[in-house]
């Protein structure tokens, strides 16, 4: 059986582009690893900080792990650059850990996708910053009430 395709598809202009771009923030600001996962090819391959993963079900266990951990989790991601079948995006998420220090974390993505519109190919450069509580800035995910 193979997936669906998941428009919108590749070759990307700014719309379709910054339209894939919210519909990953969306996906994973749910933490729902099932869905986010559905989102990458059964074989996509990642580079995430210094993780190194390939296929649907590793990036579905990491991302379970990954928001087991990063307690309320909440993203941001904005269109970089794009072409053809590639995006790039720089993003920002906030969360906090089990002793209840909070942490902003930046990065940049690099994403390349399948004709089918599936994401093949992650590559995630990320820092951490320790913040206090009150200087959070992504207190709800983008379009959710306040």
Known sequence: MTDA???PLPPFTEETARAKVQAAEDAWNTRDPERVALAYTEDSVWRNRDRFLTGRAEIRAFLADKWATELDYRLRKELWAYTGNRISVRFAYEWRDAGGQWWRSYGNEQWEF???GLMRRREASINDLAIEEGERQILTPRGAPA
């Open 114 to 116: 399948a004709d089918d």
């Open 5 to 7: 395709p998941r428009p």
